[in-house]
């Protein structure tokens, strides 16, 4: 019995690095989503989490970076989700001050933006051409705000 528990964990643990997971199950009834670091970029400026965050000093200042040199390796995206949570309340709070309204995301979403703040290699790839001039001009208001400068 212990040679098994231990060679699950051992095959778990093994697998735990994966970026990108097909879709596995956990349990009766659940699975893992695949995880697109890819995708993740392309929503962590879509979905205007930039205005806010930065990662490699790219975005906004107002919440902490999400760096993946600052994350936890081997990471549980489940953690990463909790640790969102416990900040929901002032995300909220933010988003509707900043954007106008809360950030919607789907679950398959959330997996590809946390497969993305855990993926050095993709980070590179994140440049200020990629934020949209709508993000942009959200971004120099959050600025502002910040600096007490005046604007619009």
Known sequence: MAI????AHTR???TSHTAIMPDTKMASGLIFPPMDPTNG????VSKACVVCHSVNGV?????PPLDARFMDQPMNP???AARMWRGAESMVMMQRYELGDVINLSGQE?????AFVHDPEEQTK???????ELIQLLMDH???EMLGVPHD
Do not use: E, H, Q, Y
């Open 126 to 132: 994140l440049s200020a051409a990629d934020i949209p």
């Open 12 to 14: 778990a643990k093994a």
């Open 78 to 80: 489940f953690d990463f």
């Open 110 to 114: 959330l997996a590809d933006i946390i």
């Open 41 to 44: 970029r392309l929503l962590f």
């Open 4 to 7: 098994a528990i231990a060679s």
């Open 142 to 144: 959050a600025d502002a």
């Open 59 to 63: 975005g906004g200042k107002n919440a």
